[in-house]
């Protein structure tokens, strides 16, 4: 064959349907299939949503193109949101709406680094974040999080790596793979080191809508208008809306930042999907009361997870949060590739054995539970028990 980009053939194959092929051996001798791989609310979206999406997407005005950073009633809506979560002076003017989260990685990224340059990412990280990374040849250093630090950076750690002269440092709050939570104090300390160092601090806070309600701000980041001079956030509608196949996403950035971004979603994306950017202007307000429904609900999935942890005994639950545990295999368990295998093909449990989420992950286990109901989570314990 004649060749192929090397940036391309050094990124990693996508994890789920390798995870998901295993499953086909599995003959259902311990009852139904249980699919804890992908990161997806396991009810509908709102009826009214879809009422909403199929409404627009009926018109003709949405089949032709849209603003390239977004319709302006979602911008509007998505900084009012952001302005009240965050208890900070935010606006339309700083947001620009994309074609999924993901995407919104893969621009920011463009914007920041280019080929031969380096990213700080902390491990274990999202494996998509770093497969588009590696996509445009862009080096990720690896910055350890430990479970006895709560999969929290070590500012310290940070600080040193910083002088290896990364562009930017990637933090993912509610994380992925750990469910994982940050600090306040330590986001506000990474982007204090990022800032001395020269370095953007990209947040990828896609999970946020499942924070705990009534405390403090996720950080106090965008209370101070230097943050546009080197914060990027990014958001995710596919989680809290329930609409992952919609691709829908946003980049919170200064000007100077979002000026160079234009380029970026002109060529890559020229508008994000219309029909659903419109439904999603809508659903922004109308369903905050859904939203914090929905927050409860998978608040309740995480106590269950908690729970049925309990009666394992041999496996530590290092991490549990947002839609995710994170859990460690017993000593004599196999290691986690071919533990995730055999509990595939033997027990019908589909989940993702850490090594998919960066180096030092070889004894962990991401169990997506926001998937499926609390009656499913309780059968968990018995699946894995048979490792
Ligand atoms: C941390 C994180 N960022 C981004 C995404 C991607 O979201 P989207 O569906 O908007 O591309 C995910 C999805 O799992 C995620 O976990």
Redesign the pocket.
């Known amino acids: 064959m004649v060749p192929l980009s090397p940036h391309i053939r050094a990124t990693d194959a996508p994890p789920i349907p390798t995870a998901r092929a295993w499953a086909a051996a599995y003959d259902g001798r311990a009852g139904p299939p249980l699919d804890l791989t992908q990161?997806v609310p396991g009810y509908p979206p709102h009826p009214a949503l879809l009422a909403r999406l199929a409404e627009a997407a009926g018109r003709r005005a949405s089949a032709g193109y849209g603003p390239i950073d977004g319709e302006p009633a979602l911008r509007e809506a998505l900084a009012a949101d952001i302005a009240r979560a965050y208890d900070a002076p935010v606006g339309a003017g700083d947001v620009a709406i994309t074609a999924?989260?993901?995407l919104a990685?893969a621009m920011t990224m463009a914007v920041l680094a280019g080929p031969g340059d380096a990213v700080l990412l902390p491990t274990p990280w999202?494996f998509n974040h770093r497969m588009a990374l590696a996509m445009q040849g862009i080096r990720a250093i690896p910055l350890p999080c430990r479970a006895e630090d709560g999969f929290v950076p070590d500012p310290d750690r940070v600080a040193a790596l910083l002088r290896e002269g990364a562009r930017a440092m990637v933090l993912?709050s509610p994380n992925?793979p750990t469910g994982a939570t940050c600090p306040p104090a330590v986001i506000a300390r990474c982007a204090a080191l990022c800032r001395a160092a020269g370095a953007w601090l990209v947040l990828?806070e896609?999970y946020r809508d499942f924070l705990p309600a009534g405390e403090d701000p996720p950080h106090p980041l965008f209370r101070d208008p230097a943050w546009r001079e080197g914060v990027v956030q990014l958001y995710?509608f596919?989680k809290a809306y329930c609409v992952?196949g919609h691709r829908v996403?946003a980049i919170l950035a200064g000007p100077g930042f979002r000026a160079e971004l234009m380029k970026a979603l002109d060529t890559l994306q020229i508008c994000a999907p219309r029909a659903a950017q419109i439904a999603l202007a809508w659903a922004v307000e109308a369903l905050r009361g859904w939203r914090e429904e929905n927050r409860l609900l998978m608040a309740a999935r995480a106590a269950a997870f908690r729970r049925a942890a309990e009666r394992l005994p041999g496996w530590r639950l290092d991490a549990l949060g947002a839609y995710f545990a994170y859990l460690r295999l017993p000593e004599e368990a196999p290691g986690a590739m071919a533990a995730a295998e055999r509990l595939a093909v033997e027990r019908g449990l589909l989940c993702l054995p850490g090594p998919f989420f960066g180096p030092g992950q070889e004894r962990h286990l991401r169990l997506a539970f926001a998937n499926v109901e609390e009656a499913a989570i309780e059968a968990v314990p018995e699946r894995l028990a048979a490792l």
């Open positions: 990161a999924g989260g993901n990685f999202y993912v992925n990828d896609t995710s596919s992952p996403g």
